[in-house]
């Protein structure tokens, strides 16, 4: 997809020059995130975007605020909404605790929105598929999800929960809160093999607090990390400082669209209606 941003005025290419293979520094940085991404379940590029970029995006979440689907919602870390009675009151599937974002779909910004720009951009697909481990990554063709703005206010936060599907996720931080909304991390709580319930049970009712690491970034800064076994949340927000995140979805094969209740879900009953 075409935007009318140019990617020079949103990523920091003087200091990551991604889009060319034969500098060095794109090696290095490649290689540090892997390094990182296998030891910690996560990697930070601070300084990834343009002041510039930042301050036109904050300005554009800020503005289209008024659109965006006030997702509200108690759940438990599995994202579901109900618990399992024939399951003891503590257990994990019947931890339930408050989560609250500000979805703004990808529908609702516009074409030429750095945001977008960052998303589409090919040497950005072909960096992270390069961190990941995966041969190539694709566009998502979903109407609402490739590129979204999160924004969280005085109060909301993202309760500990495991991603369901994607092997990876992908955040810039665009503004940061006044205080509160720390990103933090219980790396490999499960596997594939053990659900490892107590473990999961103890972190969430603060029992394993020495498991927690929290993952600092700045406006600007991209994070990377893999979410399917490792518990993670954001922290209540505190202040008048709209947090603003941008989050991003990349596919491992071409043509991929969202499953339309969890769109529902997530972005409000006008998906249902188009």
Not at 192 to 221: C, F, K, M
Request: with cysteine; net charge negative; proline share 6%.
């Amino acid at each position: 997809m075409k935007t009318t941003a140019s990617a020079e005025t949103v990523i920091n290419l003087k200091q990551y020059p991604i889009h060319d293979h034969e500098d060095p520094r794109r090696a290095s940085l490649v290689a540090r995130c892997r390094a990182e991404l296998d030891a910690n379940l996560y990697c930070v590029i601070p300084d990834f975007v343009t002041p510039a970029a930042l301050v036109t995006m904050t300005e554009e979440a800020s503005r289209l605020r008024p659109v965006a689907h006030d997702n509200n919602s108690r759940r438990n870390c599995y994202l579901q909404r109900q618990k399992d009675p024939s399951l003891p009151e503590d257990h994990p599937r019947n931890l339930l605790a408050d989560a609250s974002t500000r979805m703004i779909a990808y529908d609702r910004i516009p074409a030429n929105s750095p945001l977008k720009t960052f998303y589409h951009w090919d040497a950005v697909r072909e960096l992270i598929a390069e961190i990941v481990g995966d041969t190539a990554l694709y566009d998502n063709e979903d109407p609402y999800q490739p590129a979204n703005y999160v924004c969280y206010e005085e109060g909301d936060q993202s309760s500990w929960h495991y991603d369901s599907v994607n092997a990876f996720t992908m955040t810039l931080m665009i503004q940061a809160s006044e205080s509160g909304g720390e990103f933090q991390m219980s790396p490999s709580t499960r596997t594939d093999d053990d659900q490892n319930y107590d473990h999961v049970r103890q972190v969430l009712t603060g029992e394993r607090n020495d498991t927690i690491v929290s993952v600092g970034r700045e406006p600007g800064a991209l994070c990377i990390f893999r979410g399917c076994n490792s518990l993670h949340r954001v922290s209540p927000v505190q202040g008048k400082t709209m947090r603003i995140m941008g989050v991003f979805v990349y596919e491992t094969e071409p043509g991929v669209l969202g499953d339309a209740e969890v769109n529902e879900t997530i972005y409000g009953a006008r998906v249902a209606a188009a």
